[in-house]
């Protein structure tokens, strides 16, 4: 018998969000513009928790993510916990992954679960409803996605997004140089453009005729909730592969910045007009200045400042 207290994805979405919750597009935008396009990574590798002095334990794992979240409260415009390494740690490492996106809630900071789910059917359903759905104690603010099973396998967690408020980040262009062998594919019909138009249509759906040019302090529009995952040292990509990011209408979040080598005054030139959806990503070049409190913090001011600059 089905549980009452857990969503079902099957029932259609309509593009509007939860009872109490505006849609992730529009959250993720007013926090971008007030905190800077920083979204802070929060990844307790295990050198990471030797570096702060804490063990490698469940209760390391939560001692780092709640130190970490306190200094990018009220600085960032996101967080995003990096789900495989606290799966590392079984169901202990789940319990502190639930407290982490519950103090990012109580602190009004939007979170990211970083992971990268993808998989059809009552399968997909069911990723959704641990990520998205309301009840869960895993549900985050947003979800990286996997579409290479087809980017219609994510229909459970995309329309379950919109009825809840949340959004999707959906992997297209990634930072590593192994996904060239698969995004790449295709020449000017490469597979990223093909998630890309995907995505864009996504949003239409979503926004409608919403969200025309300039409506936010950052000149953005109004953004759908159905992001895409862009590395930051894509280079020049997306103009080899014909890829048009305004069109997407979406938050770009965008990893490699920091430590991974890009800088802020790269971006411009990876992103060219949809500069200001991009939500870049720092974790390292951040949490190499742990366990203090303040230096996280101030590294984390100095991002987001450095990123503001950057993509105005």
């Given amino acids: 018998m089905p549980d009452p207290s857990v969503p079902d994805p099957s029932v259609p979405a309509t593009p509007s969000a939860g009872p109490d919750r505006a849609p992730f597009g529009a959250r993720l935008g007013r926090a971008m513009d007030e905190h800077g396009p920083l979204c802070v990574g929060i990844d307790p590798h295990p050198g990471l928790l030797d570096a702060w002095g804490l063990p490698r334990t469940a209760e390391g794992l939560r001692r780092f993510g709640l130190t970490a979240l306190e200094a990018a409260a009220g600085h960032a415009a996101a967080v995003k916990p990096q789900v495989?390494?606290?799966?590392?740690?079984?169901?202990?490492?789940?319990?502190?992954?639930?407290?982490?996106?519950?103090?990012?809630?109580?602190?009004?900071?939007?979170?990211?679960?970083?992971?990268?789910?993808?998989?059809?059917?009552?399968?997909?359903?069911a990723y959704a409803a641990a990520w998205l759905g309301e009840g869960s104690p895993l549900a985050a603010d947003a979800v990286t996605l996997s579409p290479y099973l087809g980017f219609e396998s994510l229909r459970p967690a995309l329309d379950l997004a919109a009825r809840t408020g949340r959004g999707t980040f959906v992997l297209a262009l990634t930072s590593n140089p192994e996904g060239r062998s698969v995004q790449h594919v295709g020449g000017d019909a490469s597979v990223a453009r093909s998630v890309c138009e995907a995505a864009a249509a996504e949003n239409a759906r979503l926004?409608?005729?919403a969200g025309a040019p300039g409506t936010t302090t950052a000149g953005r529009g109004a953004l759908g909730s159905c992001g895409l995952v862009v590395g930051a040292t894509v280079g020049d990509a997306l103009g080899a592969l014909g890829i048009d990011l305004t069109a997407v209408r979406g938050p770009l979040l965008a990893p490699g910045y920091g430590a991974q080598g890009a800088r802020a005054a790269d971006l411009p030139a990876v992103f060219g007009r949809a500069g200001a959806q991009v939500l870049a990503t720092s974790s390292r070049a951040i949490l190499r200045e742990g366990p203090s409190v303040a230096g996280l913090r101030e590294a984390v001011r100095r991002s987001a400042g450095e990123l503001a600059e950057a993509l105005g």
Avoid at 88 to 108: D, K, M, Q, V
Wanted: avoid cysteine.
């Fill in 207 to 209: 926004l409608g005729d």
């Fill in 84 to 125: 495989a390494l606290y799966e590392a740690y079984g169901a202990a490492g789940l319990a502190a992954l639930e407290e982490l996106l519950g103090a990012a809630r109580s602190a009004g900071l939007l979170s990211v679960a970083d992971a990268k789910r993808g998989d059809i059917g009552s399968t997909m359903d």
